[in-house]
């Protein structure tokens, strides 16, 4: 293979333009991470939910806080995020938006769909 | 020469692919059908939330969902792993500590649900 000394080597990381169903699939990787390292917390939480009323006390108090109420949506939003640019994997799979304009106009719709159920879990709770 | 030898037989991986999307399809379920359930009844308090959990159905159905989650996860994690670590060593520990925390977790959940 010859090699072409004179092709374009640009990664300047801030000025390639990732398409949105780029950034949905990074995304979907970085929730996911960030959802297996908090299962640790979820499990405690959920151990703790069911060993006695003042624990469970305890985390219905801690969770109706400014900062409790910011710590649930961050996670509501990473779960919901997840949630829906799996939705459009799943689609892909069985062919639905695997066109260029669908599939972007889906990825957008992942995007406006986890921030609409923040924004209704906000309200709701 | 070397990423070729490395990338197994053509199908190697279709087990992690339907195991990634059939856990997905019941998570997504359970998630939606406790969206709902919790929506219509509303739970108050310590022991209405503790009797739920210990309804049999319940229970079977949440032994379900944690497996899925850590199966995902298993999933998941090693796809990301495979995709960025690349030199071996490091590839190798931070799979094996995965598969060994996933596993204690997986006791825990067992734990949790047995009580």
């Given at each position: 293979?010859?090699?072409?000394?004179?092709?374009?080597?640009?990664?300047?990381?801030?000025?390639?333009?990732?398409?949105v169903?780029?950034?949905?699939?990074?995304?979907?990787?970085?929730?996911?991470?960030?959802?297996?390292?908090?299962?640790?917390?979820?499990?405690?939480?959920?151990?703790?939910?069911?060993?006695?009323?003042?624990?469970?006390?305890?985390?219905?108090?801690?969770?109706?806080?400014?900062?409790?109420?910011?710590?649930?949506?961050?996670?509501?939003?990473?779960?919901?995020?997840?949630?829906?640019?799996?939705?459009?994997?799943?689609?892909?799979?069985?062919?639905?938006g695997?066109s260029k304009p669908v599939a972007r106009r889906n990825a957008w719709l992942?995007?406006?769909?986890?921030?609409?159920?923040?924004?209704?879990?906000?309200?709701?709770? | 020469?070397?990423?070729?030898?490395?990338?197994?037989?053509?199908?190697?991986?279709?087990?992690?692919?339907?195991?990634?999307?059939?856990?997905?399809?019941?998570?997504?379920?359970?998630?939606?059908?406790?969206?709902?359930?919790?929506?219509?009844?509303?739970?108050?308090?310590?022991?209405?939330?503790?009797?739920?959990?210990?309804?049999?159905?319940?229970?079977?159905?949440?032994?379900?969902?944690?497996?899925?989650?850590?199966?995902?996860?298993?999933?998941?994690?090693?796809?990301?792993?495979?995709?960025?670590?690349?030199?071996?060593?490091?590839?190798?520990?931070?799979?094996?500590?995965?598969?060994?925390?996933?596993?204690?977790?997986?006791?825990?959940?067992?734990?949790?649900?047995?009580?």
């Amino acid at each position: 293979m010859v090699k072409n000394k004179k092709r374009p080597v640009y990664l300047n990381l801030f000025k390639i333009r990732l398409p949105v169903g780029g950034i949905l699939s990074i995304l979907h990787r970085a929730t996911g991470a960030f959802l297996v390292v908090l299962l640790p917390i979820a499990l405690y939480i959920l151990q703790r939910s069911l060993h006695d009323p003042e624990a469970y006390a305890r985390i219905a108090t801690q969770a109706a806080t400014p900062v409790g109420r910011v710590v649930v949506l961050v996670i509501v939003w990473v779960f919901a995020q997840h949630f829906f640019s799996g939705v459009r994997h799943l689609l892909l799979d069985i062919g639905i938006g695997d066109s260029k304009p669908v599939a972007r106009r889906n990825a957008w719709l992942a995007f406006a769909a986890s921030l609409a159920v923040v924004a209704l879990i906000g309200v709701c709770l | 020469m070397s990423r070729l030898r490395s990338a197994g037989s053509a199908h190697a991986g279709v087990a992690e692919w339907l195991l990634q999307r059939v856990t997905s399809l019941y998570m997504g379920g359970f998630v939606i059908y406790a969206i709902v359930h919790f929506s219509l009844l509303p739970i108050h308090g310590y022991a209405a939330w503790k009797a739920w959990f210990a309804t049999g159905y319940v229970r079977i159905a949440w032994a379900l969902f944690l497996a899925s989650i850590l199966i995902h996860a298993w999933v998941g994690m090693r796809s990301i792993y495979l995709d960025y670590l690349h030199p071996l060593w490091l590839r190798f520990s931070v799979t094996l500590l995965t598969a060994l925390g996933l596993l204690a977790l997986a006791l825990w959940a067992a734990r949790i649900l047995l009580a």
